[in-house]
C-alpha cells in the first residue's frame, strides 16, 4: 500500500495487514502523522496532534498484536476526537481561547473505551468555540474542506469531517447537539452518526447544551462508525445519562441488509424551496436506490420541523449561557465575536420564552418524529439543505435587520435539530457530489434505540454505490 | 413586536456585570433577541400548548416503553 492508500484505508483493511503481517500499527501511524504535518497547516483539522504519545501506544499495540495479544477490530487503528472532549495530560480547548492552555488530569470515558479497544489516539480536532456553531473565526486557524479549499467544512466538529475526508485519520468521534456531527459529515462527504440520546457516555465533555449534547462516531464507511460505536457505547457509572441498550449489536446488524425496510421520504424537507437542485437530485437518486435494495418507500411529514431553529436557539442558548455566565462577567473579552454574541443572548431570553419553547414547542416537535416514525422503521431527507457554503472573511455576523436573524433561526435548522430535540439516531451518508464537486449527504433516520437499523440502511446503501471510494485531490 | 434596543442590551448586561466588546455586537445582540422573542410569540399562536407535566426526556423514555410493549 502508498502511504495514501494507507491513510484511506478502512478498519478492516488494516486489521487484516495487521493480522498479516504486512503492515505495522508503527507504520500507519507514521504514515497518518506524516500525512497531517503536510497538510494541517493549509486544512486546520487538528488543535493539537500528539505524535509522541501517539507513536508510543502504535508501539506498543505492534508488541501485544505480535505476542497474541488482539484487542479487536480497532487494535492499532488511528483515530482522533473533537477538542471537546477531555484527554488526560492533553490539552482540551473546546475550540476556545480561554482554555488553550488547560490540560484536563483525567480521560473522557470515550477515550478510555477508545484505547481498551486498541485505538491509537493521533490528536485533538479543530472545532466551533465550545460546539456553540456559526463561528467563522478560530483561534487555532480556520478549517477548510479538502473537497475546495475555499468552501467550509460544517460544524461545529468541523475537523472530525474534515480529518477523514483528507485522510489524516481512519475513525473520529464528534460531539452533535443540533446537528455538529452531520453537518460537518455531510459538507465533507463522510459518514457522521448522531447516535441515540444516551447511547454513549458524556463523562468528560465540555458541555453546550446538556439536554442535547451526544457524542458520535464517523468514519469514512457506516461499517468503521459501527466499529467505533461498539467501542464507545453502553452504560458508564460516571454519566447516570448513558445507558446499556443497544451495545453489541451494532456491528454484526450490518450483514442483514435492508429488504423488507420500511422507509419513509420527508416530504416537507424535500419540497423546501431553498433545498439546492443538486442536493435533492442526488438524495432522490439515493432514495432510488434503497427501493431497488428492496425497501418499500412512502412518504412522511414533520409540519413543524420548520420552528426547530426558533425553538432551539430560545432553550438552548439560555442553558449554554447558563454553564458560562461567570466567566463572562470576568473574561467575555476572551471569547470569539460568534460565542460571546449568542451567550449574551442566551443570558437575556425571557423566562417564559425559554421555558414555553422547551417545554411546549420542543415537545410537539419531538412528538411530530415520534409520529412520522410510527409507521416506518426509518426517515430519509437531506442532512443540509445546500453543499458546503464558501467562506467568507468576516469580523461580525453583519445583522442589520430581523430579516438577517431570521435566517439564522429559519428551515436550514428543521434538517437536523428535530431529531436531536427527539433523541433518535441519524445517520449522515455522502450520496454523490454537486456539479461543483462538493459532497451531497443523505440522512437516515430511526427510531430510539435502533441505532442498528439506521447504520444497515446507511452500510446497505454503501454497498451499492461508490461515492465513499473517493478522494479529494490536495496538492 | 419586540423590539430590544442595543441601549437596553447594554443596560441589562452592564447589570451583570458583562460588557461586549463594542456597539456592532449590541446592536447583534439587541436584533437577535428581537427576533426571537418575535418567533416564539408567534409559535404560541401556532402549537397548542396541550402538554401535560412530562419534559421530552421522560417523554422519549415513554416512547421506549411503546416500542418494547
Known amino acids: 500500500m502508498t502511504h495514501e492508500d494507507i491513510c484511506f484505508a478502512g478498519v478492516d483493511a488494516?486489521?487484516?495487514?495487521?493480522?498479516?503481517?504486512?503492515?505495522?500499527?508503527?507504520?500507519?501511524?507514521?504514515?497518518?502523522?506524516?500525512?497531517?504535518?503536510?497538510f494541517n497547516d493549509v486544512l486546520h483539522s487538528y488543535v493539537t496532534v500528539t505524535d509522541d504519545d501517539a507513536f508510543r501506544h502504535a508501539r506498543d499495540c505492534e508488541r501485544e498484536l505480535r505476542n497474541g495479544i488482539d484487542r479487536g477490530p480497532l487494535h492499532g487503528v488511528p483515530y482522533a476526537i473533537k477538542d471537546q472532549v477531555t484527554t488526560k495530560g492533553v490539552r482540551t480547548t473546546a475550540g476556545s481561547r480561554l482554555l488553550s492552555e488547560w490540560v484536563p488530569q483525567?480521560?473522557?470515558?470515550v477515550v478510555?473505551?477508545?484505547?481498551?479497544?486498541?485505538?491509537?489516539?493521533?490528536?485533538?480536532?479543530?472545532?466551533?468555540?465550545?460546539?456553540?456553531g456559526g463561528s467563522f473565526q478560530f483561534p487555532f486557524g480556520t478549517p477548510r474542506n479538502p473537497w475546495n479549499l475555499d468552501h467550509e467544512t460544517g460544524?461545529?466538529?468541523?475537523?472530525?469531517?474534515?480529518?477523514?475526508?483528507?485522510?489524516l485519520a481512519t475513525v473520529t468521534l464528534g460531539e452533535d447537539t443540533g446537528g455538529s456531527v452531520r453537518s460537518p459529515a455531510a459538507h465533507c462527504g463522510v459518514v457522521g452518526l448522531r447516535p441515540t440520546w444516551g447511547a454513549v457516555s458524556r463523562y468528560g465533555l465540555v458541555p453546550a447544551v446538556w439536554s442535547m449534547d451526544t457524542l458520535g462516531p464517523m468514519g469514512r464507511t457506516v461499517r468503521d462508525v459501527a466499529y467505533a460505536l461498539q467501542a464507545?457505547?453502553?452504560?458508564?457509572?460516571?454519566?447516570?445519562?448513558?445507558?446499556p441498550a443497544g451495545a453489541g449489536a451494532y456491528r454484526s446488524a450490518l450483514a442483514r441488509g435492508i429488504r423488507g425496510l420500511k422507509v419513509g421520504v420527508i416530504r416537507d424537507l424535500m419540497e423546501d424551496p431553498a433545498l439546492a437542485p443538486d442536493v435533492a437530485a442526488a438524495v432522490r437518486r439515493a432514495i432510488a436506490v434503497l427501493g431497488t435494495l428492496g425497501a418499500s418507500v412512502g412518504h412522511a411529514s414533520l409540519p413543524l420541523a420548520k420552528h426547530a431553529g426558533a425553538a432551539?436557539?430560545?432553550?438552548?442558548?439560555?442553558?449554554?449561557?447558563?454553564?458560562h455566565a461567570t466567566r463572562l462577567r470576568s473574561d467575555s473579552a476572551a471569547y470569539g465575536h460568534v460565542a460571546r454574541v449568542r451567550l449574551a443572548t442566551g443570558l437575556l431570553v425571557p423566562g417564559f420564552a425559554v421555558r414555553w419553547a422547551e417545554r411546549v414547542a420542543r415537545r410537539a416537535i419531538t412528538e411530530?418524529?415520534?409520529r412520522a416514525l410510527e409507521p416506518y422503521d426509518v426517515l430519509v431527507a437531506p442532512t443540509s439543505r445546500t453543499t458546503a457554503p464558501r467562506l467568507e472573511a468576516k469580523q461580525n455576523l453583519g445583522y442589520t435587520s430581523k430579516d438577517d436573524v431570521r435566517a439564522e433561526f429559519g428551515l436550514g435548522r428543521a434538517y437536523t435539530t428535530p431529531f436531536a430535540f427527539a433523541g433518535v439516531p441519524a445517520l449522515a451518508v455522502c450520496c454523490g457530489f454537486s456539479g461543483a464537486g462538493l459532497p451531497v449527504s443523505l440522512q437516515i433516520v430511526g427510531k430510539r434505540g435502533a441505532d442498528d437499523v439506521v447504520l444497515r440502511a446507511g452500510h446497505?446503501?454503501?454497498?451499492?454505490?461508490?461515492?465513499?471510494?473517493?478522494?479529494?485531490?490536495?496538492a | 413586536m419586540a423590539d430590544y434596543t442595543p441601549a437596553c442590551v447594554k443596560a441589562a448586561l452592564d447589570g451583570m456585570g458583562i460588557a461586549l466588546q463594542d456597539e456592532t455586537e449590541y446592536v447583534e445582540v439587541a436584533l437577535r433577541l428581537s427576533t426571537l422573542v418575535d418567533a416564539v410569540l408567534h409559535l404560541m399562536s401556532e402549537i397548542p400548548d396541550n402538554s401535560d407535566a412530562l419534559m421530552p426526556h421522560e417523554l422519549t423514555q415513554a416512547d421506549d416503553v411503546r416500542r418494547s410493549s
Open chain 1, 14 to 38: 488494516l486489521g487484516s495487514a495487521y493480522r498479516a503481517g504486512t503492515l505495522s500499527p508503527v507504520d500507519v501511524v507514521r504514515a497518518h502523522l506524516e500525512r497531517i504535518h503536510r
Open chain 1, 368 to 370: 411530530d418524529v415520534f
Open chain 1, 312 to 323: 432551539y436557539v430560545a432553550f438552548g442558548e439560555p442553558e449554554a449561557a447558563s454553564l
Open chain 1, 106 to 109: 483525567t480521560d473522557a470515558t
Open chain 1, 155 to 167: 460544524g461545529s466538529s468541523n475537523g472530525a469531517g474534515s480529518a477523514l475526508a483528507a485522510g
Open chain 1, 460 to 474: 446497505a446503501y454503501q454497498e451499492a454505490t461508490e461515492w465513499h471510494t473517493r478522494r479529494p485531490v490536495l
Open chain 1, 112 to 132: 478510555t473505551r477508545m484505547r481498551d479497544a486498541g485505538a491509537i489516539l493521533l490528536g485533538k480536532l479543530n472545532m466551533c468555540e465550545f460546539a456553540l
Open chain 1, 232 to 243: 464507545v457505547a453502553g452504560h458508564d457509572p460516571f454519566d447516570p445519562t448513558a445507558r
